[in-house]
């Protein structure tokens, strides 16, 4: 898997040579890690540039843990939200997103506040990260 991690889009000849099995070998043990679910999918990796320039985290608290609940299944359909990790502690919720504009990312920050259940938020935009 680890091959596969570092390139999903080897051949299978190629990633067959790199874990010393034969292609049909690896092959039944591609479909078989699909088929249990260990591999869901395949994906693409963005260059730095390609992403939108406003990536920000949203860190929300809730006034009840059902409410949480509730509001993350919704939250995480609304556009822009790439991303919601449910969290112990102060902060009930933490939302990745991705907006083509400080005003889309305001226009998402307003509709996040006004969700039933949400009694804080607040934005952390992103400068850089480490993969820059």
């Given at each position: 898997?680890?091959?596969?991690?570092?390139?999903?889009?080897?051949?299978?000849?190629?990633?067959a040579?790199?874990?010393?099995?034969?292609?049909?070998?690896?092959?039944?043990?591609?479909?078989?890690?699909?088929?249990?679910?260990?591999?869901?999918?395949y994906?693409?990796?963005?260059?730095?540039?390609?992403?939108?320039?406003?990536?920000?985290?949203?860190?929300?608290?809730?006034?009840?843990?059902?409410?949480?609940?509730?509001?993350?299944?919704?939250?995480?359909?609304?556009?822009?939200?790439?991303?919601?990790?449910?969290?112990?502690?102060?902060?009930?919720?933490?939302?990745?997103?991705?907006?083509?504009?400080?005003?889309?990312?305001?226009?998402?920050?307003?509709?996040?506040?006004?969700?039933?259940?949400?009694?804080?938020?607040?934005t952390?935009?992103?400068?850089?990260?480490?993969?820059?």
């Amino acid at each position: 898997m680890k091959a596969l991690k570092a390139n999903s889009r080897a051949s299978l000849v190629a990633l067959a040579r790199e874990i010393d099995l034969s292609r049909s070998a690896t092959h039944d043990r591609i479909t078989k890690l699909e088929e249990i679910g260990a591999i869901r999918g395949y994906t693409v990796k963005l260059h730095r540039q390609a992403l939108p320039d406003i990536r920000a985290f949203f860190t929300l608290q809730f006034e009840t843990s059902a409410a949480q609940s509730q509001q993350v299944l919704v939250m995480k359909t609304l556009p822009g939200v790439e991303a919601v990790y449910c969290l112990s502690g102060d902060i009930d919720a933490l939302l990745y997103c991705e907006c083509d504009s400080v005003d889309e990312l305001s226009d998402l920050r307003d509709r996040l506040a006004r969700h039933e259940g949400v009694i804080s938020i607040s934005t952390r935009q992103i400068l850089a990260t480490s993969q820059d």
